[in-house]
């Protein structure tokens, strides 16, 4: 079923010479993996610049019940952003924030206060002009709010001599 929907890229990864693969988390299904065909033309109806980390897309996708990998048929920039890729700082901090969220959230259900949250965050981020050197870590304080208590990245030797 074609359903529109926002997005938050958090990661891509080539597929084939007109493929990639993007972790996006989307308002309506939570994190959810795409397949993106990127045609050669410059009038094509997706193009791989939309891709970017924490890029805010508007995309219409094909999401069929049983599939682990949906097909992305139309896809837009929701908000381009005007600083974070020509400052090399909020890049850098673009960059380690996709990371971190791409191993972080690992919920594929709707989730729109989180969404929400990530949504503003970026965009208060790119409209930010000066003093948002920290923002990273009250971005990840924040997050902890919407993220699962308890510590599932801890190994499980770590979790036995704890004295927690």
Known sequence: MLQKTLGIVLHTLKYNDTSLIADIYTEVVGRASFIVKIPRS???????????????????????????????????????????????????IALFLAEFLYRAVREEAENRPLFAYLQHSIIWLDECRDNFANFHLVFLMRLSRFLPRGCPAALPSQRMHSPF
């Open 42 to 92: 410059r009038k094509a109806a997706v193009k791989p610049v939309l891709f970017q980390p924490l890029a805010l897309v508007e995309l219409e996708a094909d999401f069929r019940p049983n599939a682990s990998i949906y097909k992305i048929t139309e896809a837009k920039s929701f908000y381009p952003f005007s600083s974070i890729p020509y400052d090399p700082y909020k890049s850098s």
